[in-house]
């Protein structure tokens, strides 16, 4: 056999290709029969998506409007039996204040909460961009509130929605219940959002260069606009708004004075959506627009436009696919390579799910789906158990030490070595007092959110977490990758972990849960780490004097005066490897529990990584204490 022959025989070529190539001569002979029946199906089709697209797009708008006003007007009609009862009001100011401010925080879409008494007596919480809250005990109109742009009520009036309000710090909008007693109105509880909440909403819905996203209210004034900063027509308009559509500078909108309806969006019509088509400069544009009621004194016009090209290059093509030549060109391409694509979509599905896989992100394999053909069925089926095992191993098995494990070489990387390892050891300070008022959901939840601060702050500095030991946790650094920066990898997550459970605390706080304190022993020294146990049991641990040495300094926390909110002690070891340390304190010699000899210890300053104003702790005194 020749040279050329065996080269020819060598030559393979893709399933893809080979399927692609036989649907296209395939449809290729077949389009000249149906072409008239697919270009009206392909018609109606186009434009039944574009319908849907407009539909989803403009009701998506509508409903993140409705859903951000709607909280806002159930916040006032849920505070309102309290007034109206008498529980809060002006006869105790400072009570009235502090559950408005409590009222304002648990919801981020109000900017400006006050009570109005008959007498026109005001008290109020406002919050400021930078989030601050300030509180309002004048009867000087609040951001959101000018007397005369608000509604008027009587005592059985529903939750009323004022005129738009232009304050010097923005625009707002405003919804007023009654409050009553004794079925009289004594006055009126108002809350008021600004448009920089609702700017956010607009932004978001905005789909990129070629979409725009617009509101208008009080018949005529562009209060929101996506594209304010830069037009898809050029130039700016952020500081005319709000303006009139017509003079506000965007020539998209003031055409909409002259637009033209669009016929073909029937199904949008039906739904009060009008779709129009507007040129502005050089270039045609589809806008879609719809009313917006129930939430000021007048209706809204939410809307947003697109660049006709974006939109009409489908219908463009529907009217090119006429001619028979160029029709069952792109139909016989546009088939074979979906039908390629179809015969490979289950191997590139598996390879897509098989590098997930191997880089151990196993929830967020997705299973694969059952196929009809056998010898796929098969494979996946194989493939979602395979999956299903690993996740049940990755729940006991740290995903961080298994990549380590798998990319030093397995199980010869996890065999039982000596190495100089730096231990971290944590306990926190009296959790069994604390748990005995907790239920057992209680303090597993509040044991988990603990160790996944611990766990976060160790796998950040590159560290494997051993273990968990009751309310402890067992941590180490130099294995099974060498490092020569254990000693301060360990220093630095033990202040990460301080500075979590500090802002862990804060919240807490707020939130009125238990706070915890939390003691850390640090030591280097050598140690014997690898895979310990036997038959089918083995765990990839640490042993020796070095780990007992960590926990004796995380016990010897106790004799720490007062009651810091974190502790860690180190041995003269560690800080001997922390080069350019200061923010430590040498305790004295101690005799550690279970060892024959004195180790020198040093305090730590477990916030020194961190802005002093940040953190809000201060420098706790330490006894040398035996």
């Known amino acids: 056999m020749s040279k050329e022959k065996r080269s020819r025989r060598r030559i393979k070529l893709p399933l893809t290709t080979i399927v692609g190539l036989s649907f296209g001569a395939f449809v290729a002979i077949a389009i000249g029969l149906v072409l008239g029946l697919s270009v009206s199906a392909n018609f109606r089709n186009t434009f039944s998506l574009l319908n849907d697209k407009t539909i989803l797009s403009t009701q998506s708008l509508e409903t993140q409007l409705r859903t951000h006003f709607a909280s806002i007007e159930n916040a006032v009609v849920g505070l309102k039996p309290y007034f109206d009862e008498g529980t809060i009001g002006f006869g105790d100011p400072e009570r009235t ?49 000018t007397p005369k742009d608000m509604p008027e009520l009587t005592a059985d009036s529903p939750p009323t929605w004022g005129a738009l309000v232009k304050h010097d710090v923005g625009l707002f909008a405003n919804v007023s219940v009654p409050l009553v007693r004794d079925g009289r109105k004594i006055g009126m509880l108002t809350a008021a959002t600004s448009m920089e909440e609702l700017g956010r909403i607009v932004t978001a819905q905005d789909e990129g260069v070629d979409n725009t996203v617009f509101i208008i209210a009080d ?32 020539p998209v909108l003031a055409g909409i004075a002259s637009e033209q309806p669009l016929d073909e969006f029937k199904k949008a019509a039906e739904l009060g959506i009008d779709v129009s088509f507007v040129q502005a400069n050089d270039d045609e544009y589809i806008v879609m627009k719809a009313l917006l ?9 939410v809307g947003q436009y697109y660049l006709s ?10 009217a090119g696919s006429m001619f028979v030549g160029f029709g069952a060109l792109v139909i016989s391409v546009l088939i074979a390579f979906w039908m390629g694509r179809r015969v490979a979509r289950p191997l590139k599905y598996l390879a897509l799910q098989s590098k997930r896989v191997g880089s151990l992100s196993l929830n967020d394999v997705e299973p694969l789906p059952r196929s009809r053909v056998a ?31 798998m990319r030093l070489g397995g199980r010869s990387a996890a065999e039982p070595r000596e190495a100089e390892l730096t231990i971290l050891f944590t306990d926190i300070v009296g959790f069994t007092a604390l748990s005995e008022h907790l239920s057992a959901e209680d303090t597993a939840g509040l044991l988990n959110e603990h160790f996944a601060i611990l766990v976060e702050a160790v796998e950040n500095e590159g560290g494997t977490v051993d273990k968990f030991l009751g309310d402890g946790m067992l941590a180490f650094w130099g294995a099974p990758d060498a490092r020569p920066d254990h000693a301060r990898a360990a220093v630095r997550t033990a202040r990460r972990i301080a500075a ?28 014997v780490v690898g895979n310990v146990g036997a038959l089918d049991r083995w765990n990839y641990t640490v042993v020796g004097d070095t780990v007992n040495a960590a926990e004796r300094l995380q016990t010897l926390g106790r004799e720490v005066e007062g009651t810091p909110e974190v502790t860690i002690l180190a041995s003269a070891a560690t800080v001997a490897q922390l080069p350019g340390e200061h923010d430590h304190k040498a305790v004295g010699d101690h005799h550690l529990r279970g060892r024959s000899g004195r180790m020198e210890v ?9 802005e002093p104003e940040e953190v809000g702790a201060e420098k706790l005194p330490v006894t040398a204490a035996e």
């Not at 930078?130 to 000087?140: E, F, L, P, Q």
């Not at 304010?228 to 559509?245: C, K, M, V, Y």
Request: aromatic residues 8%; charged residues 20%; negative net charge.
């Open 375 to 405: 010898e796929i069925d098969q494979v996946a089926s194989a493939f979602n158990s395979m999956v299903e095992g690993l996740k049940a191993m990755n729940t006991y098995v740290p995903r961080s030490l298994f990549i380590k494990l």
């Open 219 to 250: 018949g005529d004034q562009v209060i929101l606009h996506s594209d304010a900063d830069w037009l898809q027509t050029g130039g700016a308009i952020r500081e005319n708004l709000p303006g009139s559509f017509l003079s506000v500078g965007d």
């Open 500 to 527: 979590a459970l500090h802002e862990a605390n804060r919240k807490a706080a707020e939130a009125g849960r238990p706070q915890m304190s939390l003691r850390i022993g640090i030591h280097t020294g050598p140690a």
């Open 97 to 145: 204040l502090e559950d408005l401010t409590i009222a304002l925080n648990s919801n981020n879409n109000i900017t400006t909460l006050a009570v109005t008494d008959a007498d026109g007596r005001r008290l109020g919480v406002y919050r400021a961009n930078n989030g601050k809250i300030w509180r309002i005990s004048s009867d000087a109109p609040p951001p959101g509130m």
């Open 309 to 318: 090209a974006t939109v009409s290059r489908e219908v463009r093509r529907l």
């Open 293 to 301: 009621e129930g939430f000021s004194d007048m209706p809204w016009t």
């Open 602 to 610: 040093y305090w730590l300053d477990p916030f020194a990584a961190c």
